[in-house]
C-alpha cells in the first residue's frame, strides 16, 4: 500500500482490484462461461477414460496392430530420409574431389 502510494502519487492503485477488501466484482462473460463448460467436457472426458483402466481383447488387438504397422512404416521412412540426407551431401563433397 504505501509502496503504491509512493510510486504512483496517488493513495489507490490504477485499475481495477479483483482482489482485497474493496475488491470489485468480476463479470462472467459469455467466452468465461464456454470455456468453463469445454473445461467440464474434458474432465468429464478425462475421468471417464481413466475410470475403464482396461481395454478389451478387440480394442487390444487393434491397438497392436497399430503399432506394429508404425514399426514397420517408421525404420523405411528414416532409411528414405538418410538417403536424400546423403545423397545432398554427396553431391558437394565431389566437386571437391
Known sequence: ???????????????????????????????????????????????????????SVAEEECQTLAKERRAEYIPKWRRKKLLKWKKREQTPFQIFK
Open 1 to 55: 500500500m504505501w509502496l503504491s502510494r509512493i510510486l504512483f502519487g496517488s493513495r489507490s492503485t490504477p485499475g481495477l482490484q479483483w482482489t482485497g477488501k474493496h475488491r470489485r466484482v468480476r463479470k462472467f462473460t459469455k467466452s468465461m462461461e464456454m470455456n468453463r463448460a469445454k473445461e467440464a467436457v474434458m474432465v468429464a472426458r478425462v475421468e471417464n477414460v481413466l475410470s475403464r483402466t482396461y481395454l
